[in-house]
């Protein structure tokens, strides 16, 4: 069975670096051909797709979040990384990760985590 589980720091504040951790049990991160994603969810909001780092390495962002975002991951550990600079209240939402093969529908999700921005 697939399990992904997000970690990170509940509160930032304004201005600093989220950094949140995707930790896989289940599957390879490096496993053809399956991407892994971050999804965000604000208050009020639908989901928002945030970037995705595929099986081989190449990572995708989207272009509104680019100039802030990079996704990494540590295969030893068969984790994901994302960090998000510079963030705003705007940024307070629940975090989550998934995975899917190519650009299908995701087939696993992590529970989120939730992450507020707030001085």
């Known amino acids: 069975q697939v399990q992904l589980q997000e970690s990170g720091p509940g509160l930032v504040k304004p201005s600093q670096t989220l950094s949140l951790t995707c930790t896989v049990s289940?599957?390879?991160?490096?496993?053809?051909?399956?991407?892994w994603s971050w999804i965000r969810q604000s208050p009020g909001k639908g989901p928002e797709w945030m970037g995705a780092l595929a099986y081989s390495g190449i990572t995708f962002v989207a272009p509104t979040l680019k100039s802030r975002t990079s996704i990494s991951r540590d295969t030893s550990k068969n984790q994901v990384t994302l960090q998000l600079a510079s963030v705003t209240p705007d940024d307070t939402a629940v975090y989550y990760c998934?995975?899917?093969?190519?650009?299908?529908?995701?087939?696993?999700w992590g529970q989120g985590t939730q992450v507020t921005v707030s001085s």
């Open positions: 289940g599957r390879s991160i490096t496993m053809n051909y399956y991407y």
């Open positions: 998934a995975t899917a093969a190519g650009w299908g529908a995701p087939d696993y």
